[in-house]
């Protein structure tokens, strides 16, 4: 239910109303980079649950996109990410700014160094160093007693789960499934960079992952070899020009790579389709 929201955009301002909070309550938060669907509404209805107030953040960090990435034309809404936030419940926006978060002379990263080697870590290397270190900060601004991430970055969850542990924040993490269109396509901010006929192509990586799965299902392969050629098929069926980057098998809490399927196994795919990367994942087991 729509409530009064407050927009916090100073650290120190932020600091003292989450302090204040904590004393009354508990604190959920959502992280975001704006732009808003479903997807990251879900998050805040999932953190309402679960916490007295909820924080949602919204900052198009700099450090986790690579020179060449999309960072200059990332979507931005700002007035409309508000009346979002607003009607699925949140209570307060922090959006700081960028000067504040990297003021000159800041030099201090975190990092997460081997689970952040394979997937995304291998194609973007620069990428995690970029994460770890925005979210460390929000945690350490705004002390949440609970976090939610979305699933479609999976990856990026269990890194920040990994950097929770390390450095004993005393936070619960918790895992949002993906919000899929109807089609099956996870949503994300990126969808916007599509035509329509393009978009329809976008449900390439859903169809992939849906392929493997029935495969396992129907005639219990489970050799990912086998998998991922089937995959491969798909998207090309579906968008002949698209770009593979990776599509992998593997433990869904070590994240290390498996030649064979089992209960524990989840699929993750890259895919660059008209300029545009997308990722997607899904439980195999
Ligand atoms: O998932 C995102 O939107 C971003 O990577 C996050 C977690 C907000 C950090 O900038």
Redesign the pocket.
């Known amino acids: 239910m729509a409530g009064n929201i407050k927009i916090i955009r100073s650290i120190k301002k932020m600091q003292a109303v989450s302090q204040q909070m904590s004393r009354k309550g508990t604190i959920g938060l959502v992280?975001?980079?704006g732009f808003l669907h479903e997807g990251h509404l879900s998050l805040i209805r999932q953190a309402k649950k679960q916490s007295d107030k909820v924080i949602f953040t919204i900052?198009v960090?700099p450090t986790?996109f690579a020179p060449n990435e999309d960072l200059s034309k990332y979507p931005r809404d700002e007035k409309g990410d508000i009346a979002k936030i607003k009607a699925a419940g949140g209570d307060i926006v922090f959006i700081p700014k960028r000067e504040n978060i990297y003021p000159d002379g800041f030099e201090t990263y975190v990092n997460c160094e081997k689970i952040t080697q394979t997937l995304e870590g291998k194609s973007r290397p620069t990428h995690f160093r970029g994460?770890t270190p925005?979210?460390a900060k929000l945690f350490n601004i705004i002390r949440p007693d609970i976090a939610v991430?979305g699933q479609k970055?999976y990856q990026?969850v269990m890194v920040l789960k990994k950097m929770v542990v390390d450095l004993d924040y005393p936070i619960k993490m918790i895992i949002g499934s993906t919000v899929r269109e109807k089609d099956g396509l996870a949503m994300s901010s990126r969808n916007k960079y599509f035509d329509a006929s393009q978009r329809k192509e976008a449900i390439c990586l859903f169809q992939a992952l849906k392929t493997a799965k029935q495969l396992i299902k129907s005639d219990s392969i489970t050799e990912t070899v086998k998998l991922r050629a089937s995959m491969k098929k798909t998207i090309k069926k579906i968008c002949p020009t698209a770009k593979i980057d990776y599509i992998a098998f593997s433990d869904f809490e070590s994240l290390k790579t498996t030649n064979k399927v089992n209960k524990n196994t989840i699929c993750s795919l890259a895919v660059k389709l008209h300029g545009v990367r997308l990722i997607d994942n899904m439980k195999m087991g």
């Open positions: 992280p975001t980079m900052f960090n986790q994460v925005i979210v991430f970055d990026q």
